[in-house]
């Protein structure tokens, strides 16, 4: 098998096919710190793409409660589970060779590409995984707002009622779409070589007149982001919204916009870009990028799961309420640090935070204007200063598309009568 460079792994891995990477790719970033759940990206989701026969149970973006929950149900505890076999461990990581070209250290363990070639088995298998069944398609966010676990019944509902221990309580919400992976694993195990990458943005597509529906693509992605259709007999998935991409959303003005899901966010803690790349998949240094910023400089995006080597495109801000070998486990070992420089921002990254939902279209480089001291303080036993910085975010030809300041104006409309609200 060929290798190629996971820069999230921090070295070379085995994959089916040769590296090829596009010019810039498609890239978010969710800071988890702030998803209610309100479900509003999901439902944004399905009402623009899998409204019709036969997508009743496909939701391309779905949000999760975790640590129950999950859209085919156990997706990441079966995957993990799998990986551990083949490993006879759980994930290991070298910290010790964190570099700027390995910013997690290296990965120790086999990904789901090394696992595979080790299977031993009467079919070969190209990716290691599995087929869920139709009863774990069921609910999207099955476990919805659960934050202890009890013996359930068939749905998993307990008839007795449960009692939630006291301060030892948490959940949070886990939102997810396809990854568009720099190394997509359902592209990767589809015999019909129907999934391709596109070079001018590295979305992820299936082709539906090449696809037959074989299923492996489904079986093989660990995010179990491919999905089948059965009135149509073929695989279908997350678009990443690319009309809207290429700018030909008739709201668009000729500019790239965000997709739906990331345009419709209520808790504003969805950004998305696209990032330049470098020939050998690792990202090309962009600073004032914002998606660049957070995941490369501020180090506070992590991707989900990276030592399933798909290299995804999806990064997350951790919770910050959620005990660090959890996190460890899902963002692998930047998750501590990310935490650290979440809970006392500097100057900044609290700038760059407020580009969150500020505008749908795609920002490209922003910049900040040196504003005044709102006021100074303590926090985590580090002194911390607010500034009331401006922000601004330009598109992808300089245009200036949105400025903004650290402090939010406060508008007091003046009383009518008593009851005035
Ligand atoms: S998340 Fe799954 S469906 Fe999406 S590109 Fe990665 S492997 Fe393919
Ligand atoms: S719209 Fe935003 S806040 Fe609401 S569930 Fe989706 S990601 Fe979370």
């Not at 060929?2 to 096919?17: C, D, I, K």
């Not at 597509?205 to 179990?224: E, F, S």
């Not at 245009?399 to 903004?404: A, G, M, N, V, Y």
Request: contains cysteine.
């Amino acid at each position: 098998m060929p290798t190629v460079f996971n820069w999230q792994l921090g070295r070379e891995m085995s994959y089916p096919y040769e590296g090829g990477h596009p010019k810039r790719q498609f890239a978010f970033v969710f800071n988890l710190n702030r998803c209610i759940g309100c479900q509003t990206c999901t439902m944004a989701c399905k009402s623009t793409w899998t409204f019709s026969k036969g997508q009743e149970f496909m939701w391309w973006n779905n949000v999760e409660t975790k640590p129950y929950g999950g859209y085919p149900q156990w997706w990441d505890v079966k995957i993990l589970k799998l990986l551990e076999e083949a490993n006879g461990e759980p994930q290991r990581w070298d910290v010790a060779q964190r570099d700027e070209k390995k910013p997690y250290g290296v990965y120790q363990g086999n990904t789901i590409f090394e696992a595979a070639e080790k299977h031993i088995g009467p079919e070969p298998q190209r990716v290691l995984g599995y087929l869920p069944s139709d009863e774990e398609w069921r609910a999207p966010n099955i476990y919805e707002d659960n934050s202890t676990g009890y013996e359930g019944g068939k749905l998993g509902l307990s008839k007795e009622g449960a009692s939630l221990p006291e301060h030892k309580t948490w959940f949070f919400y886990l939102a997810r779409i396809c990854n568009h992976c720099s190394y997509p694993a359902c592209l990767a195990a589809c015999p019909r070589q129907a999934i391709y990458k596109r070079p001018e943005d590295g979305i992820v597509l299936i082709d539906q007149q090449r696809c037959r529906g074989y299923r492996k693509c489904v079986a093989a992605c660990p995010y179990k982001k491919a999905m089948y259709r059965p009135s149509t007999r073929v695989s279908e998935k997350c678009i990443a919204c690319y009309p809207r991409i290429e700018g030909k959303d008739p709201e668009s003005g000729g500019r790239p916009m965000e997709t739906r899901c990331m345009a419709a966010c209520i808790g504003q803690i969805r950004l998305q870009g696209l990032v330049k790349m470098n020939p050998d998949g690792t990202w090309a240094e962009d600073r004032y990028n914002p998606i660049y910023y957070l995941v490369k400089v501020a180090k506070v995006a992590l991707p989900l799961y990276p030592q399933l080597g798909t290299a995804p495109n999806g990064f997350y801000m951790p919770p910050r309420w959620v005990p660090r070998r959890y996190l460890a486990q899902m963002f692998g070992p930047g998750a501590d640090e990310a935490i650290t420089k979440y809970l006392t921002p500097d100057r900044e990254l609290v700038a760059v935070l407020q580009l969150f939902r500020k505008t749908n279209r795609i920002i490209f480089r922003y910049a900040i204007e040196e504003g005044p001291k709102v006021y100074e303080t303590e926090r985590n036993g580090k002194p911390f200063t607010l500034y009331n910085d401006t922000i601004i975010g330009y598109g992808e030809d300089g245009t200036e598309l949105i400025r903004t300041q650290v402090e939010e104006p406060v508008h007091v409309r003046p009383a009518q009568h008593l009851n005035s609200i």
